[in-house]
């Protein structure tokens, strides 16, 4: 049985997860966790029992930490425990990000039922689950990435800029094109209010815009958000 903890902070999609799950003979769910650090420990103490998950599915949209937070703390403790990632936001926004921190997937909590029982099998075998609409961001990632940027005598024009930024900057990047102000999210990320706006000038500088209004029509325009 492939062991698999589910960890979203609303109930009734874990429980949907559960469901999904349960037509599968081979996967059982051995546990739940509403946020990011219980997810963590609940694999560390599965570990120090012997056992433990063997595939996690991670929500990236989580409260305390968010889920690439968690996605990094996870692979850095348990390098070979495959994580795939859940998220309702296109696959743009997120997909390339997770699968550079380590992602065994990227799945969108609409997929079928055939579709998320494949990608835990796979996941549990150590090989990727990449939908077609995710090869295809990676696909434009990695032609970014090699591309020649402007000025060096190349055509191809440079990687997206919110491609550019850090971890940590794109946080920032997106509570701040929703509107948040540096101290709710220097609260939400617990950092300091000088930290955040450090991160917000960078912001700034990366994406070419002057304001905050500017950087909420820019995430609107190259994000979708």
């Given at each position: 049985?492939?062991?698999v903890?589910?960890?979203?902070?609303?109930?009734?999609?874990?429980?949907?997860?559960?469901?999904?799950?349960?037509d599968?003979?081979?996967?059982?769910?051995?546990?739940?966790?509403?946020?990011?650090?219980?997810a963590?420990?609940?694999?560390r103490?599965?570990?120090?029992?012997?056992?433990g998950?063997?595939?996690?599915?991670?929500?990236?949209a989580?409260?305390?930490?968010?889920?690439?937070?968690?996605?990094?703390?996870?692979?850095?403790?348990?390098?070979?425990?495959?994580?795939?990632?859940?998220?309702?936001?296109?696959?743009?926004?997120?997909a390339?990000?997770?699968?550079?921190?380590?992602?065994?997937?990227?799945?969108n909590?609409?997929?079928?039922?055939?579709?998320?029982?494949?990608?835990v099998?796979?996941?549990?075998?150590?090989?990727?689950?990449?939908?077609?609409?995710?090869?295809?961001?990676?696909?434009?990632?990695?032609g970014a990435?090699?591309?020649l940027?402007?000025?060096?005598?190349?055509?191809?024009?440079?990687?997206?800029?919110?491609?550019?930024?850090?971890?940590?900057?794109?946080?920032?990047?997106?509570?701040?094109?929703?509107?948040r102000?540096?101290?709710?999210?220097?609260?939400?990320?617990?950092l300091?209010?000088?930290?955040?706006?450090?991160?917000?000038?960078?912001i700034?500088?990366?994406?070419?815009?002057r304001n905050?209004?500017e950087?909420?029509?820019?995430?609107?325009?190259?994000?979708?958000?």
């Amino acid at each position: 049985m492939i062991r698999v903890l589910v960890c979203d902070d609303h109930l009734i999609v874990r429980q949907g997860i559960r469901q999904v799950l349960a037509d599968a003979p081979d996967i059982a769910v051995m546990g739940e966790a509403a946020t990011g650090p219980e997810a963590i420990a609940q694999v560390r103490a599965g570990r120090a029992a012997g056992g433990g998950p063997e595939v996690v599915l991670l929500d990236i949209a989580m409260p305390q930490r968010d889920g690439l937070d968690i996605l990094k703390a996870l692979k850095g403790e348990f390098p070979k425990l495959p994580v795939l990632m859940l998220s309702t936001y296109p696959d743009r926004q997120y997909a390339v990000r997770s699968l550079k921190l380590g992602a065994a997937g990227y799945l969108n909590k609409s997929a079928d039922s055939e579709q998320m029982i494949d990608a835990v099998r796979r996941a549990a075998k150590g090989q990727l689950f990449i939908t077609p609409s995710v090869a295809e961001q990676l696909a434009g990632a990695v032609g970014a990435g090699s591309g020649l940027k402007k000025g060096q005598g190349g055509m191809a024009d440079e990687a997206p800029l919110t491609e550019r930024l850090s971890h940590r900057e794109y946080q920032v990047f997106r509570l701040l094109a929703t509107g948040r102000s540096v101290g709710e999210i220097a609260e939400q990320l617990v950092l300091s209010p000088n930290t955040v706006s450090t991160y917000r000038t960078r912001i700034l500088e990366k994406t070419g815009v002057r304001n905050d209004v500017e950087l909420a029509l820019y995430a609107v325009r190259m994000e979708g958000l």
